[in-house]
Structures are given as C-alpha cells and as structure tokens.
C-alpha cells in the first residue's frame, strides 16, 4: 500500500481563491443591472469590455511571458477588469480602455509580481492613469437615462458642489438631486458608483458569504460621515449634508469594494480600522479642500502604500503576552 | 446559556458519526507486540529485559529513566524475542524497540499497595502513577506523575478535565465518557486528592449531549462541574480549553499551573483511576478506529505495541487504490503513517483512513492577504506574515512575532483559500530556530 505522507491538517476546507473572485463577481451583479438601466447598453459593453481585456492580457503575461503552463484563470482579473470599468465615465472609447486595462493588469499588478504581491490597486492604478491621460473623456459625464433625452452631458452632484457651490445642489435645473436619487443611483457618475443602494446589496453578500474586510467600510465610512457633519454643523450654508457626502461621488463603490480588496489592505481588524481612519480623513481633505471633486481614489492609493507599515504595528496581542511583550 | 469558547478556530466537518455511537469492544490479544522505549516525552526508559526472558502483562520491561520519562511495560504475557530499532512515527527518529511474543493468556503482574485511594498519601498515590507508566492519553504523552506532583511555591486551584475531543472522527473518550463515568469520576478524585486540588471542571463540546448529561449524573454531590463548550476545533487545545473555562491565558511559553490549573484527559484519568484501584500498569488504552477507509469504524480497546496492520485487519480497510493516507491521530494534528508495519504507542487515539476522495489535493494560489489565517489563529498570531519570515530565514523577526506560541493546530492551514501549507512551514521553522538557539547557547 501506498501511503501519502503529506503534512497536517489532512482535512483542508473546500474554499478557494478563486471561489472569492466569483463572490466579488457575484456581489458586483446588482450594481451591473442599475448601470446598464441608468446608463444605458454602453455601460455594459464597456463592463463586459474590459473585463475581457483583463483576463486576456492576464492569459498572455501568464502563459507566454511568465510560461507558467498550467495556470488557469482564477478570476482576480475579471474582478480588477469589472472594478476598473466600474471607475470609468461613459465617454472614454474603447482604445483609451484598452491602455487603461493594460496599465491596471501590467503596472498594477504583474510588475509586482502578479496576483496577491501588488501594493496598490490594480483597478484605480488604471482608474489614475486614464484620469491623467485623457482627462476630458474622464470627467465627461453623461446624465442619467441620456439615451432618452437629446442632451447628453452634464456634471455629477460632487462637481456641482465644487464648482457651482452649494446653493447649486437645490435647483440644479437639468436633473434631480435629491438624497432619493443619489441612493438609487439616478444621478451622473462614473459606471458603477452612482447606485449607493445596488453596491449595498453586493455588500450584504461578501458579509454574509465572510468575504469581506468589514472594518474598512465601517471606519472609513463612519469617518467621512463625522467629518462631513462636523462641517455641515459649523456652516450648512456653505457645507454639504453629512448624507450627500456618503451618497455622492465614489464613496460607497470605493469603501465597500475598492478599499476592501484583500491584496492591497491589512489584514488585522486593528489595520483594518487605522486604514479606514485614514481613508475617511484624506477623501474628506481632497473634498473640501482639495483641486479635484473627488477624493476616493486618491485617498485609496495613499494608504494602499501604508498597508505594509499599518500591517507590523497594527499586530495583535499573542495570546498569553501582555501588550507590549510577556 | 452561552456556550464557553475561545477567539478564532474552525469548523471542519465533524465525521464522529462513523463511530460514536459504537460501544467499545476489547480487541483479543496481540501475537506480538511491540515496545518503544520513548513511550513519551523526555527520556528513552532505561531497558530491564533481554531477549529470551519471560515476562507477564504488566511487568516493567524499561524504567524511567530522569525526571521526565517514564516506565514502560509488557503488554502481553510472552518472552522477549529482540531488541531493535525503529522509526518512531511521532518524533521521526529511530529508537529502541522490544519486541515481545505472546506466549500465552493474561498472567498479570500489578503494581503492589493498590487499593482505596482515599487511605493513601498523595506521594503514595504519585507514586503508583509513576510506576504504572502513565502519561498524557490525550496525545501528548507527558508524565503524568510529573504533572501532578506540584512544584513548592506554586499551587494548583483547579483540576481540567479535557473532554472537549475537538478532532473530527475521533470518538473514544466521548464513549469512555458513556461508559466509564462512574469509573472516570472516581479517576477523578484521585488526582484532587494526590494534587490537593478542591475543584474539577470536566469541558465537553456541545456536539456530545449525552455525554454530558451522563457526566452531569455521574458527578452529582461532588465538587466537579460539568462546563458545555461550543463545538469548534481547535477547542480541546489546553491553552485554549482554561482560556474557555476560566477565562484566564496560560502565559507565552508558560505551563497551566501558572495560572493554577492542571488539564488532564478522559482516557489518562481512567488510566489512573485503573492504577491506583485495581494496581493496573499502562498496557492497555481505548482507541478510534476510523475513516472511510475503515470497513468497520469503532471503538476498541488495545494492547500498547500491537501493530497498527493488527489493529486495522481487525475492522477491515477498502480497497487500497482508495486509501490516501492513514493517521496515528485525527484528520487535523494526525501523524501520516509511512507504512502500517509501525508499532502503536501510548498517546494513540485514533487510527484515520482517509481515502482520496476525502483529502482531495488543493489547487494552490498565491496568497492574496485574505486574513482568514489571522482571523482563526487561536494564539493570535499572523500566520501570513510568520511564513514570509520564515520563508526568508528571519527567524529573529519570527520569534518576535510568536513562532514558537505556535500550537500547531492547523487552522489557518485548513481555513487558507490560496491551500498553502502554513503550519507545515511553522513546524520547520521551530526545528530550525530551535537548533540555532541550542548553537548559540554552546
């Protein structure tokens, strides 16, 4: 008889990485159906797009330059893909994708080393690189259901307020901003972070399936929730509501799914927290200080590069020492 | 109420239905048996037999041999055949080994001034357990009379008794629990008397009711408590078992009794209850045997030595093409055997046949920082981290980051997505820096 000697545990759970990519897939699904009924046909063949770009140039770098024979996709590309596209307006076309897929899957990711060894991520590496090339075709955005009307584009609610100050918000003429619309996601922006309400219900499932970072998006959110309040409180005249700061812009797209990619964030619930501390803190700064509307994915590549740091002083206490040693 | 627990852990799937609820039947006697000197941890016995000589069951053929050792006996009635060595399946090394052949039934010889516990001194009690050649059934395999002789200066408040039996498949202390109790409480006593200990709590998982409500009975008027602990591995671990009951952490790098408990496990107080009442030495022990390569899972009792080829004819494997691996232990901690021609020694508990279909490989991934690891290390550690450093031979930063509070319980190996070999790395690296330590000291 032959007998295998392989080391302990000799039970090994049935999960996978690639079964995590799938529950990312799946919890992106509703956020797939509001874009594609706001935004129209466009937004899902961008979607579909880019993802396949994704996962062929993965296929490529993998098979043909790295020969690694054997590999099988393992949805990590599908995912960064999808996310980018998420990121994207409506008006960038399909050579400025292209570059953008590449800059997300070879200078995101397989510079480092491929998946799990990149320190920033893939998907806003790409996000930013597209945003500094062609910034007109990135800060062009079309208004909601815009294949029903003949005016095409518009500005979001984050750049109204940047630009055109807060009286602006109330009797915005071409489309409604309310708190309603900002939640469901009747409003301009990028693919898919206009629906608060669709990327809630994806939330729900990473948490039930257990595939999330979960303090990220809490403390993040929670942040820019008490920063915007305070400022709100001091001058609403001038300021926001604490409400359209987490409902407007990237905030929800980014804290839920951004943030809490695995690879780029810490994996202690204390890093977990000082991550989400800091995110909160360098969105609300970009804000209401800062030259862009839009702080998230700036905020989100800033503390990406801090990971490793938060993740060796954010080390919890080994059971049986005291803190701080035995 | 809250069922008692620890932070982290998993949930493997429990398999005990194979045998739990299979009565426990003594095995007839081995042709041969075969005697490791290191029937525990510490030194080899010293050897009092040589080939040719008579011996009856229970006579001391190996006397401990320093203050961390422990006796060994004859577990047939036969004649020393030889003197060999043989790789012992849980240290990886070679040690001596006699070989016995039966001649004949049971003649015992027990272990003199047995009897009524409660009329002995606790040296006297001590004593019997050190000459019965008892230590830690549960797996470690660690003198029992050492553990109860309480050093001066410290002092033990509380007597554990592991009954949690985390492992999947296994089910023999569940059973000895069934069927014992009177004899396990009794067992019990004992060790309060000889430690001077006034209370016991007895944890058992969730998963075993009526084991607890037969323990609930057996206990009854005594000073003993019976505590309900949530299902989850690993939960019998002894730093995490008081962790769960007294909510007290057993300090990094220190023992139980430093936070003044002692833990000892159901068949170890059986075997003492066995010694110190009725002058049996450690020849005998119950065991699984179990897996779905087993045609017949049960629950046995064995000679200690029989081979585990002898045990597993007894309950019929499958066909072979279908057997993966066979474990002295259970799924998650269990020793692969190399082959079945390997003697069985104190601490078994279980022999596991998987078979391929169960302990299928993993595709592996790279390491994408999910966490899970850290989020079921019991000890607190980061596991992810922990191998990079060993990966890389930093094995300074590795230490400071709580290598060596490692307890090998295999979580974060089972939990892992990517199907890296956490522990695996863990172990090699603990030899390692062990070595290094040991040149540094020289």
Redesign the interface.
């Known amino acids: ?1 032959k ?11 049935k ?6 990519m799938v529950d990312v897939l799946i919890a992106l699904i509703p956020s797939v159906i509001v874009s594609t009924w706001v935004f129209g046909l466009r937004a899902l063949w961008i979607m579909l797009y880019t993802m396949i770009l994704a996962e062929v140039m993965e296929l490529f770098i993998m098979k043909v330059l790295r020969k690694q024979k054997n590999f099988k996709p ?1 949805g ?1 590309a599908s995912v960064t893909g999808l996310l980018l596209a998420m990121n994207l307006s409506l008006a960038v076309n399909w050579w400025q994708i292209l570059i953008g897929t590449f800059a997300a899957i070879v200078l995101g990711k397989h510079v480092y080393g ?4 990149n320190v920033f991520n893939p998907a806003l590496i790409g996000r930013v690189f597209m945003l500094i090339s062609f910034p007109v075709a990135m800060t062009t955005w079309y208004r909601p259901f815009y294949y029903k009307f003949d005016t095409i584009t518009t500005a979001t609610p984050l750049a109204i307020l940047k630009e055109k100050g807060i009286d602006s918000l109330s009797n915005w003429s071409d489309y409604t901003i309310s708190l309603k619309s900002l939640f469901v996601g009747t409003v301009p922006g990028s693919i898919g972070e206009v629906s608060a309400l669709a990327l809630l219900i994806g939330f729900i499932y990473l948490v039930v399936r257990g595939r999330i ?1 979960i303090w990220i998006p809490v403390t993040y959110i929670s942040t820019v929730f008490v920063i915007a309040s305070i400022f709100y409180l001091v001058d609403p005249t001038k300021y926001a509501s604490p409400l359209f700061h987490l409902l407007a812009g990237g905030l929800m797209l980014g804290a839920l799914f951004m943030a809490t990619d ?4 810490p ?2 619930v204390k890093g977990q927290i000082i991550f989400g501390l800091g995110l909160g803190l360098i969105t609300m700064v970009i804000r209401l200080f800062g030259g862009y509307p839009e702080g998230v994915s700036f905020s989100i590549l800033i503390m990406n590069a801090l990971v490793p740091l938060i ?1 060796i002083y954010a ?7 005291t803190r701080g040693g ?1 | 109420m809250a069922l008692l627990s620890f932070k982290g852990g998993v949930h493997p799937p429990e398999k005990k239905e194979l045998a739990e609820h299979k009565e426990i039947k003594v095995l007839p006697l081995p042709e041969k048996v075969y005697i490791y000197t290191t029937n525990h941890i510490g030194a080899p016995a010293k050897i009092l037999v040589e080939p040719g000589q008579k011996v009856k069951t229970g006579q001391k053929i190996g006397e401990a041999n320093g203050f961390i050792s422990a006796n060994i006996h004859s577990s047939v009635t036969g004649e020393v055949v030889e003197i060999i060595k043989m790789t012992n399946a849980a240290s990886g090394s070679k040690n001596d080994v006699i070989v016995i052949q039966r001649t004949g039934d049971d003649e015992w010889d027990f272990i003199p001034n047995h009897g009524d516990y409660s009329k002995k001194s606790p040296k006297e009690i001590i004593e019997i357990v050190k000459e019965a050649g008892i230590v830690g059934l549960g797996g470690a395999m660690f003198p029992s009379h050492v553990k109860m002789s309480i050093p001066e200066g410290k002092k033990a408040d509380y007597l554990i008794i592991n009954a949690a039996e985390c492992e999947p498949y296994i089910t023999i202390d569940h059973r000895m629990m069934l069927e014992k109790s009177k004899e396990i409480v009794k067992g019990i006593k004992i060790i309060m008397h000889a430690t001077g200990v006034n209370k016991a709590y007895i944890g058992i998982e969730s998963n075993k009711p009526d084991a607890i409500e037969k323990m609930k009975e057996a206990v009854s008027g005594e000073p003993i408590e019976v505590k309900v602990l949530k299902t989850k591995y690993p939960q019998g671990a002894e730093k995490q078992l008081i962790y769960a009951i007294t909510k007290k952490e057993v300090p990094s790098g220190g023992l139980p009794l430093d936070v003044g408990a002692i833990v000892f496990n159901v068949s170890t107080i059986y075997a003492i209850y066995e010694a110190v009442e009725k002058g049996k030495p450690l020849v005998e022990r119950g065991i699984t045997l179990t897996g779905e390569g087993v045609k017949n899972p049960g629950n046995f009792i064995y000679r200690i030595g029989t081979l585990a080829k002898d045990l597993l004819d007894y309950v019929g494997l499958v066909e072979e093409e279908k057997i993966d691996r066979i474990l002295y232990g259970g799924p998650m901690m269990g020793i692969p055997l190399p082959n079945i021609e390997l003697p069985t020694f104190k601490g078994n508990n279980a022999l596991t046949v998987m078979t391929k279909d169960v302990a299928p490989d993993k595709e592996l991934f790279p390491c994408i920082r999910c966490s899970k690891c850290v989020q079921v290390c019991p000890i607190n550690l980061m596991p992810y981290l922990l191998k990079m450093q060993v990966e890389k031979r930093e094995y300074d930063k590795a230490l400071e980051y709580g290598l060596m509070d490692c307890i090998e319980c295999g979580s974060c190996s089972y939990a892992c997505p990517a199907g890296i070999e956490l522990v695996k790395s863990f172990k090699t690296g603990k030899k390692v820096a062990r070595a290094l330590k040991g040149r540094a000291k020289k």
Do not use: E
């Open positions: 008889m007998l295998n000697v392989a080391a302990a545990p000799h039970l090994r759970s999960d996978s990485v690639r079964a995590v393992d990590s491929g998946l799990g060894k970072k695995m690879v780029t964030s994996m202690t993740d080390k919890p206490r080994i059971f049986g020492t035995k």
